[in-house]
C-alpha cells in the first residue's frame, strides 16, 4: 500500500558532498515525521537525521553542520543534502517515515514505512 524509494547514493571521495532523496506513493492521507536511518559496516542502525510534518530537524551530533535534512510535504519527498563527507559516514542509508494511509473504516492507521536502502561509500 505505501512504497518509500530512495536515490542517491554512491561512491565520493572525502570532503565531498551527495545527496539522498526519499519518495512516499501509496494509500496515503498523511506523512508524519520523516527520517534518515543508516548502518554503517559491522554496526547497528543509527539515525542520522529526522524531520517533522511542521519542518522541525533533529540530527544526530556526527552530522550536525554537514548534513541538511529537508521535505516537500505536497511532493511528498524528502532529501539528505551530505556536505564534507567522511570515511565514517560509508553506510547503507534508510528512508523512514511514519504514515497514516488511506482507510476510512480504520480510522486512517498508522504504520512506521522504511526504504529498501542506498548505498553511501566515502573513500578516496
Known amino acids: 500500500q505505501v512504497q518509500l524509494v530512495e536515490s542517491g547514493g554512491g561512491l565520493v571521495q572525502p570532503g565531498g558532498s551527495l545527496r539522498l532523496s526519499c519518495t512516499a506513493s501509496?494509500?496515503?492521507?498523511?506523512?508524519?515525521?520523516m527520517g534518515w536511518y543508516r548502518q554503517p559496516p559491522g554496526k547497528e542502525r543509527e539515525l542520522v537525521a529526522t524531520?517533522?510534518?511542521?519542518?522541525?530537524?533533529n540530527y544526530a551530533d556526527s552530522v550536525k553542520g554537514r548534513f541538511t535534512i529537508s521535505r516537500d510535504n505536497p511532493k511528498k519527498t524528502m532529501s539528505l543534502q551530505m556536505n564534507s563527507l567522511r570515511p565514517e559516514d560509508t553506510a547503507v542509508y534508510y528512508c523512514n517515515a511514519n504514515i497514516l494511509i488511506i482507510d476510512m473504516r480504520r480510522g486512517h492507521p498508522a504504520g512506521d514505512y522504511w526504504g529498501q536502502g542506498t548505498q553511501i561509500s566515502v573513500s578516496s
Open positions: 501509496g494509500s496515503i492521507f498523511k506523512i508524519n515525521t
Open positions: 524531520i517533522s510534518s511542521e519542518g522541525t530537524t
